[in-house]
Nanobody, 115 residues
Framework: QVQLVESGGGLVQAGGSLRLSCAAS????????MGWYRQAPGKQRELVAR???????NYADSAKGRFTISRDNAKNTVYLIMNSLKPEDTAVYYC?????????WGQGTQVTVSS
């Protein structure tokens, strides 16, 4: 099974930037899609950005124009570059890997944006 380890979270001021990384324990080349989700306190987990094995991307409306997802198959790593961060982006961010039979999740990394 795929193990995912997120890193790169932290505390940043509004308007700042962060780069999240998700390292997979095995090749992500054949994984259908990789994604970033987030969950704020008291809210449901929501999709932030997703990238397929073919490189197609989709973003939540709140992330469009500010966040960029990318994948480096050689490094088995997926990235989420977040610019122009807002306090409402504060959440635990989770990496996700989609296989036909199940999804895999990382442990999450906290992102806190101060106003």
């Amino acid at each position: 099974q795929v193990q995912l380890v997120e890193s790169g979270g932290g505390l940043v001021q509004a308007g700042g930037s962060l780069r999240l990384s998700c390292a997979a324990s095995e090749s992500i080349f054949s994984i259908n899609a990789m994604g970033w989700y987030r969950q704020a306190p008291g809210k449901q987990r929501e999709l932030v950005a997703r990238i397929t094995s073919g490189g197609r991307t989709n973003y939540a409306d709140s992330a469009k124009g500010r966040f960029t997802i990318s994948r480096d198959n050689a490094k088995n790593t997926v990235y989420l570059i977040m610019n122009s961060l807002k306090p409402e982006d504060t959440a635990v961010y989770y990496c996700n890997a989609e296989r036909p039979w199940r999804d895999y999740w990382g442990q999450g990394t906290q992102v806190t944006v101060s106003s």
